[in-house]
């Protein structure tokens, strides 16, 4: 699941403007926490939303001790609307049961989010009603809509909630690359690349319950015999029927079974090649698809970008991308009417 962004920013104070008892200041009087904020980067004339949140905290210090020769900055905490989300309580008469992305507007209109600031997907699954609900963390029930669904929800750099079903990336433009990064003439450079062949998710033995339903398991002795047993348990799923459950377990079996070398994260350095990496650094962002390459480890394949992070020092003017990978190939499945995805012979495994 996606956690809340977040974003800390250093400033200069050597006007005073961020002062908060500083009544003559700029900004005076929202030097306060909880202001919406906003971080955005600007290339050949294009602005490029990269963060929007609120402000937690303001943390005063100083460069070179304290005194007259003393440089005074303010540290900026900030936090995506997920955390506000984590300390909202949901109170109602119950809500009725409907398809997942319905789910997360109603808990976002309970928010009083505005209509506006969403993209959220219809959702492929029914999630079963709540009956009255009484201080139900509003975060809590929005990650079991989303583990019931197998989407994601996440605050966009733009300010908007985002929510991607389950065949999100089964559809145009997740299922192209965007960029090629390797290390062959006429690809675009990484500065660093993380692989890993671990047991981080190995897991051979799924079982999924679903509120007021039945365990459903899927197993493979082959992946147990190799790894042993491994499991992952999930219950109290919103999904209306075992049936889709039993679904779920299949679909998470046949992702995690066997292990993989992948890249955990590329990172990127888009001054040393600015016509070519500054705009996917700016414009890229989760669910993007990307083919990493590096020749000496045979690796040449896609991966979807899963978390974002910019790095970035003002007196050095250096900037560093890093994106979190996830191995594109698992989502390669027979999706009926999907271009490329519906064809005999193209995939090997249903979705659901």
């Not at 250093?10 to 003559?24: E, K, R, T």
């Not at 440089?71 to 997942?100: D, H, Q, W, Y």
């Amino acid at each position: 699941r996606m956690e809340a962004g977040t974003a800390t920013i250093i400033l200069n104070n050597n006007s005073g403007n961020y002062w908060p008892d500083n009544a003559g200041g700029s900004y005076s009087p929202n030097v306060l926490p909880g202001k919406r904020i906003n971080i955005r980067a600007t290339r050949d004339f294009i602005d490029y939303d990269l963060f929007t949140g609120f402000i937690e905290a303001w943390v005063p210090s100083w460069r070179g001790g304290l005194g007259s020769t003393a440089a005074p900055v303010m540290t900026l905490k900030c936090a995506g609307v997920t955390k506000n989300i984590s300390r909202f309580a949901l109170n109602n008469a119950g809500m009725a049961e409907e398809l997942s992305g319905t789910r997360v507007g109603n808990v976002l209109d309970e928010l009083n989010w505005p209509a506006a600031d969403r993209d959220l997907d219809t959702g492929q699954s029914s999630i079963i009603a709540t009956g009255a609900q009484a201080n139900v963390n509003a975060l809590s029930h929005l990650h079991n809509v989303q583990t019931s669904e197998l989407g994601i929800i996440f605050q966009a750099g733009n300010g908007n909630v985002q929510f991607q079903d389950r065949h999100a990336r089964l559809k145009s433009p997740y299922t192209v690359s965007q960029a090629t990064f390797g290390d062959d003439g006429g690809e675009n450079k990484y500065n660093t690349i993380e692989l890993s062949l671990d047991d981080q998710f190995i897991f051979n033995d799924i079982r999924i319950t679903r509120a007021s339903g039945t365990e459903q398991v899927a197993s493979d002795v082959t992946s147990q015999g190799d790894y042993g047993q491994r499991s992952l348990v999930r219950t109290g799923l919103l999904m209306t029927t075992d049936g889709e459950a039993e679904d779920q377990a299949d679909f998470l079996l046949s992702q995690f079974k066997d292990p993989t070398l992948r890249a955990k994260f590329i990172e990127i350095k888009p001054k040393r090649d600015p016509d070519n990496l500054w705009t996917k650094v700016l414009n890229f962002d989760i669910s993007t698809r990307i083919t990493v390459r590096l020749n000496q480890t045979s690796i040449d394949k896609d991966y979807h970008i899963e978390g974002i992070t910019h790095m970035y020092d003002a007196s050095g003017r250096d900037w560093v991308t890093r994106w979190e990978l996830s191995d594109a190939n698992y989502q390669n499945y027979w999706v009926l009417g999907t271009v490329g995805y519906s064809e005999i012979g193209e995939t090997t495994r249903l979705a659901y």
